[in-house]
T-cell receptor, first 116, second 113 residues
């Protein structure tokens, strides 16, 4: 089956630094990738939709200057949390939509970000 | 507004017992519905999906779900639960034309030996 690799799985950083999270579709092409944030014991909240070769579309309330998304190729999207603060600590999950598989999204294992 | 409700935050069942996880949605058009399972250290895995046609959908790992339009529900069932089924289960609806998902708050399943 289709595999989405997300890296790193866990990162701890100091307040004020930037952190980059990678999301790769390993065996399929994904024109669209999605980034979610999951708070403890809560659901996944969509942050943004990333389309290859174009600017990401952010959901209401998500700061685009805080969460930079780049989708440079059909297999890679990155999320950069800029000037991270403790309130950015969360579980971030990406998903990729398979061009050939109707409406299927495949999810990465997630990245646990802890900002000290 | 579109929404997905999973009324049960936690469910505990004994191994071998039957299971039903509830999901209700609010959506104006014909919904595309999904059930995912999330295990620690792993990405969300698709259990099954409903787009159209037969309202009883079979999925992986012995799971099935039934779409009931009159009740705006898409409940997940399994006749006999295994200890390995312990995980978090999410119901989701896809918003028309956008491929975006709206997730429910999830149900954490605990299986007693």
């Amino acid at each position: 089956g289709a595999v989405v690799s997300q890296h790193p799985s866990r990162v701890i950083c100091k307040s004020g630094t930037s952190v980059k999270i990678e999301c790769r579709s390993l065996d399929f092409q994904a024109t669209t990738m999605f980034w979610y944030r999951q708070f403890p014991k809560q659901s996944l909240m969509l942050m943004a939709t990333s389309n290859e070769g174009s600017k990401a579309t952010y959901e209401q309330g998500v700061e685009k200057d805080k969460f930079l998304i780049n989708h440079a190729s059909l297999t890679l999207s990155t999320l950069t949390v800029t000037s991270a603060h403790p309130e950015d600590s969360s579980f971030y999950i990406c998903s990729a939509r398979d061009l050939d598989s109707r409406r299927n999204q495949y999810f990465g294992a997630g990245t646990r970000l802890s900002v000290l | 507004a579109q929404s997905v409700t999973q009324p049960d935050i936690h469910i505990t069942v004994s191994e071998g017992a039957s299971l039903e996880l509830r999901c209700n949605y609010s959506y104006g058009a014909t919904p595309y519905l999904f059930w995912y399972v999330q295990s620690p250290g792993q990405g969300l895995q698709l259990l099954l999906k409903y787009f159209s046609g037969d309202t009883l959908v079979q999925g992986i790992k012995g799971f099935e779900a039934e779409f009931k339009r009159s009740q705006s529900s898409f409940n997940l069932r399994k006749p006999s639960v295994h200890w390995s089924d312990a995980a978090e289960y999410f119901c989701a609806v896809e918003t028309s034309g956008t491929y975006k998902y709206i997730f429910g708050t999830g149900t954490r399943l605990k299986v007693l030996a």
